[in-house]
């Protein structure tokens, strides 16, 4: 993900029933492009929500994970 100037950063991880699944980042960070390794090592297969909040706004994407 890419972050255009400095700021809190919040990115969660969520099954599709919404309960938190896993945190990858909740930290201050400097502009630029980041990177988050999600390991699912744990999780069943099926649909996850990835939640990226910066700057009061949020974006949403979504992963499927096959094992």
Do not use: C, Q
């Not at 390794?37 to 096959?66: C, M, Q």
């Amino acid at each position: 993900f890419e972050i255009p100037e400095s700021g809190h950063v919040r990115l969660v991880v969520f099954d599709v029933t919404g309960r938190l699944v896993m945190t990858l980042a909740n930290e201050l960070m400097a502009a630029g492009v980041w990177s988050r390794t999600f390991d699912a090592a744990g999780l069943a297969s099926g649909v996850y929500l990835f939640r990226l909040e910066f700057k009061g706004e949020a974006r949403v994407g979504r992963a499927l994970l096959i094992k």
